[in-house]
């Protein structure tokens, strides 16, 4: 029998909960958190920067593999669970699979989720509450990244080809906490498809069991 996987990171981590979407895409059984094998592992301690070079979340620990990086994570995942369901029907998709996986963890992650919707999740200013200013500063590049996905979606049904890929696991953690946040931090409801794509993917069996409500998440 295959070794459990192990996803090192909380489970309202948006990263964790994009690793976490492929296992239930795949049918793999896993679990989250910062236990690894009974064992405590506290986060940016020695041991977690033994897991990740940079002290990121999450890390795979597959029996003896220990693999980082949330894209590479669901590659595996897809590879080592097969068949292959996730990445495309032929190599072009699979390279576009692969390059919105890239702009949506790097570029997307950084001006929606790093620069804007984290300023209201761990406010940063006085007594606690958010920089409003820092929130209006960045803005302008959370909706341009909002924005450059709703038109690559445009009418279709997930963001590259007719099927779920990991570029939309990739997505749909940032589209779902972003839907669940009121104005001025909400910029998906003014793209009425990227709206009923994020819906589309919270209503999935993987979404029901993966994207809750950060409330109900901490
Ligand atoms: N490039 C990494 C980024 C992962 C990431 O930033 N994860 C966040 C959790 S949502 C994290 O580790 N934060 C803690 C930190 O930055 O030290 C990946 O694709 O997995």
Same mark, same amino acid.
């Given at each position: ?51 990740? %070079? /940079? ?8 029996? *003896?593999?220990? @693999?980082?990086?949330?894209? &590479? ?83 279709? %049904? /997930? ?8 570029? *939309?696991?990739? @997505?749909?953690?940032?589209? &779902? ?42």
């Amino acid at each position: 029998m295959s070794p459990l996987v192990q996803l090192y990171g909380p489970s309202f981590s948006v990263f964790v909960r994009m690793a976490a979407l492929v296992c239930e895409e795949k049918g793999i059984p896993y679990q989250t958190g910062k236990t690894l094998n009974d064992k405590t592992i506290d986060i940016h301690s020695d041991e977690h920067f033994q897991l990740h %070079p /940079f002290g990121k979340m999450p890390v795979l620990i597959h029996g *003896d593999r220990t @693999l980082c990086e949330t894209a &590479s994570i669901g590659r595996y995942l897809d590879r080592a669970f097969g068949p292959e369901t996730l990445q495309g029907e032929n190599d072009w998709e699979r390279s576009q699979v692969d390059q919105w996986c890239s702009l949506i963890t790097q570029y997307v992650d950084f001006c929606v989720v790093r620069n804007f919707m984290l300023e209201v999740v761990f406010p940063k200013g006085e007594n606690g509450q958010p920089r409003m200013d820092v929130i209006a500063a960045n803005r302008p590049a959370a909706e341009n990244a909002i924005t450059i996905i709703a038109r690559q979606l445009g009418d279709k %049904p /997930f963001l590259v080809g007719n099927q779920f890929t990991l570029a *939309d696991a990739m @997505l749909a953690p940032m589209l &779902s906490y972003n839907v669940e946040t009121p104005e001025p931090i909400n910029l998906v409801t003014t793209h009425p498809q990227l709206l009923k794509y994020a819906n589309r993917l919270q209503l999935r069996a993987s979404g029901q069991k993966v994207l809750k409500p950060l409330i109900e998440s901490m």
